[in-house]
């Protein structure tokens, strides 16, 4: 702690005509403090003296980072990447969908009006002159103005790309400002539930095959929810905001999201206990008929709806296969506005991975940290956004999902670590390798040969290097083979191949070399 | 026109109190303006509207845009720009190159002071409290940060990623605001000119199998530039500025050029005429050494060193045979500050493409969009950047290359559209169709099977799709085969597979299908 209060003491002095915009004094004398917020503290003063543009000793000094909540991803954690991504694009391939791309930042006014209080959390453009721009908030928005703008009204489309919220980062538990979703969406005016349930199907496929563990994907209905808050006496202007509180159902015990209805939103507490009485039911098919039947719930025509679509829903899930995962949970109730039918969740349900805990477990914790469970999959059905693009209001029914890879990305990587296991960084086949002096321009000659026949191929960039040298660059990097050249096999017209891991050696003819790595390679 | 004026009225008058922004007057009643300029207004006038955030009658209104100098990628689009970035990162990985990635923005200050006069392109992001910061303008100067930030010394990385420049647009001709580099670079210590060569090989293998047509290599450096503008007497705190102005001989004949020497830039006339002697010089390794005899050249160390090392490279391009298209061309002067070495730029010489026009055709024209030529790639050695981000200022050298993507989408664009070619957006394998009534169940239950076993299939989202409608979306979206279902093939435990070019139909054992599928559409 001492190393600490120095720097501090040394921080604070450097900055002492910018005191005021601190408060410096309860940090720099106050006991007690921890770390966590010390960390924060100093992340402060970075920002403040980045601003200033420079050090305490006047010298110009970089800080060296990227900005808060934004991660770089070296070679490892990139190949980690692909291959998620890979098996992603793969399932939403083989569902036919197709894919595109829009700008990193829409018009600002695109973007108004479609998050609610989340809003707050956009980033703006500086005004430079021109357009008011904002970076994205995620990829459905831009999917809907693109649709609108392009008067398209049916396609399947995936969408892979990084949007940007001003939110607080929990970077180990794979929360960051800047992140990747990997959306798919189904648009157009089909027959009931059958693209709905596709989209389960997919996350189904996707979180098999990346073998995240045990997951169960929650689906619910907007208009189940509505219709629940009609039949439990909540007014109707107050359906929005009791929904965002149920939607603190997953990260607090039901006493506290009570409380916040009846103290905070200003409920009715037998309201509030009918809800509560609704919230804690979930099952299958099985649960929607039985609700269909309830005395109350089904006065309210919209909840008779919902819970119809639910029960074609499951008879597709069956088809599908995916009913093992799925429950239809009324605690559901996914905070976003535009949503205006079915919506799901996935969530991972093993705790044994680090960055993924139960809610159940946390709950008492109330941090925001510890209450960010394992969801990595959400999305339903918003029919009514597209035609808020639309100058005549004409709707595109639609469907998506959004998969939330960053929460992927930290479980693999922490799994690649504790496994230690060796993730390759390049596709390296063959090193071009000499084990004499003087033979640089036979082994650019060779690797020419090897590039031009499309094998992955390197040689070290050194006129003399040593054999073991690049022996050992082969260990590091996993390339599999070694083709070395000498004067003897120039003269005898071969090559001798060495394969890393046996040791083993083999001559073979110059003219023979590319077939003979590809046989030995077409594996890998 | 009168369209155009009628509707010019409306807006002006929706817009009175801020018609001290804009100068509407000439524009509402000057004769003789073009539609450029109109277009240019109006784009203006709908900024203003957007910023206003409503219409002239009070309702709101989107302006159903993309932010200038942007675009979306339709699924056509994304399929050709796929396959480029296939084509692009199979050479990186031939090459034996990890990937990394950064964020899409930095800390402010990382950026300050690497792009000289172009910082006036970098978008800035809103002050909404916490660090400043702007997008990335390329993907070197973020790569050169994450090397200092990580303390690393060496790596081959490629990274394929948006870029954002506030520069005037030319979205015809693949100018963008936002826009694709991709990017291979050699960090490390090495025996000189390899790595130098093997990116030229790499911009030769690229654009060789893009087949875009012939394309030239130039390639200088940056101290043969210096020791030349020492040799003629251009004064040291010169030199950036004259190089700048060389910069433009790909844009501007030498007349205009040497004007701009002498007459801005206050150069003498005979060091002027100097410089024009040898920059109108290009050749090979031949050239490079005539000039190490040039008795004024060879009074220069810097350019010595440089004209020594223009004959290394040439000698291992000869041996990775991209001798073919590579000149040394003393004309070549590439902008950014950072390059201390070897420079190079890749053109596109075949006017056939529309977009691609050759400098010396519309030289006199002098209009931006019109000089805006066939450079497809470039890069060169830049061994201060790294240190520049280290606190003790460590140099790691470094040389590297960055293929314009956008110019080459242009062309695979425009080419596809020119050869009528069907460009196919999905990669489904197989429609499950149904020619009867009541089959859904059925065909859902078969599609399953597909998804499964990793076929790429599809059904219509519809209850009793007609069979011609499912025939016509084949046709559309070029799946090849059908699985059609009826009542006797399910009694008879088989599947009709349709080819749909050839219409032929076969009956297939449901417990061979999957196989048969794969068989049908390895070769696809």
Not at 61 to 75: E, M
Not at 484 to 498: N, Y
């Amino acid at each position: 702690m001492t190393m600490l209060a120095l720097s501090f003491a040394r921080v604070c002095s450097g900055l002492a005509p910018f005191r005021t915009v601190l408060r410096l004094q309860p940090l720099c004398s106050a006991s007690g403090i921890t770390v966590a917020q010390i960390d924060e503290e100093v992340a402060k003063l970075l920002e403040l003296k980045a601003r200033l543009g420079g050090g305490d000793d006047g010298k110009h000094q970089f800080v060296l980072k990227t900005p808060k909540g934004t991660r770089d991803y070296n070679p490892k954690q990139m190949a980690i990447r692909e291959r998620v991504f890979n098996t992603i694009t793969r399932c939403f391939k083989r569902h036919g969908a197709e894919t595109i791309d829009t700008p990193v930042f829409e018009l600002k006014e695109t973007l108004t009006g479609k998050y609610g209080e989340d809003s707050k959390l956009i980033y703006d453009l500086k005004d430079q002159g021109g357009e008011l721009l904002s970076l994205r908030y995620d990829l459905t928005v831009p999917f809907a103005r693109y649709l609108a703008m392009n008067k398209i009204t049916n396609i399947k489309r995936y969408h892979i790309a990084k949007v940007y919220r001003r939110d607080n980062p929990a970077m180990t538990r794979g929360r960051y400002r800047e992140f990747y979703q990997c959306d798919f969406d189904i648009a157009g005016q089909y027959d009931a539930m059958i693209p709905d349930a596709e989209c389960l199907k997919i996350v189904h496929e996707i979180l098999s095959e990346l073998e995240l563990g045990d997951f169960r994907i929650k689906v619910n209905d907007r208009r189940i929810l509505d219709g629940m808050f009609a039949v439990c006496g909540v007014p109707d202007d107050k359906f929005r905001t009791i929904c965002s509180t149920v939607d603190k159902l997953d990260k607090l015990p039901w006493q506290e999201v009570r409380k916040e209805m009846v103290d905070e939103k200003g409920l009715s507490e037998e309201a509030a206990d009918q809800i509560g009485e609704y919230v804690s039911l979930h099952g299958g098919m099985d649960l929607a008929e039985r609700l269909l039947q309830d005395p109350r719930m089904s006065q309210s025509k919209q909840a008779c709806a919902g819970l119809s679509d639910i029960k074609l829903l499951f008879s597709y899930l069956q088809l599908f296969q995916v009913t093992d995962k799925v429950v239809f949970d009324l605690s559901l109730a996914r905070g976003l506005d535009y949503y205006t039918g079915v919506i799901y969740e996935a969530v991972l349900t093993q705790a044994g991975v680090a960055p993924v805990a139960l809610a159940s477990n946390d709950a008492q914790n109330g941090s925001e940290e510890s209450v960010s469970v394992g969801s990595v999959a959400g999305g339903g059905r918003y029919d009514g956004l597209v035609g808020m693009f639309d100058p005549k209001n004409r709707k595109v029914p639609c469907v998506g999902v959004s998969i939330g890879i960053e929460r992927i990305f930290s479980i693999m990587e922490q799994r690649a670590e504790a496994a230690a296991e060796k993730v390759r960084t390049t596709e390296v086949q063959v090193l071009v390798a000499s084990a004499q002096k003087n033979l640089l321009e036979e082994r650019l000659r060779l690797v020419t040969e090897l590039w031009n026949a499309g094998i992955k191929a390197e040689v070290m960039y050194k006129k003399n290097p040593k054999l073991l040298s690049q022996l050992q660059l082969c260990e590091e990097m996993g390339i599999p083979l070694v083709a070395i050249l000498g004067e003897q096999e120039l003269k005898d017209g071969v090559v001798k191949l060495r394969v890393v891991v046996s040791r083993e050696e083999v001559d073979v003819p110059r003219s023979d070399l590319i077939t003979e790595i590809k046989r030995r390679t077409s594996d890998a």
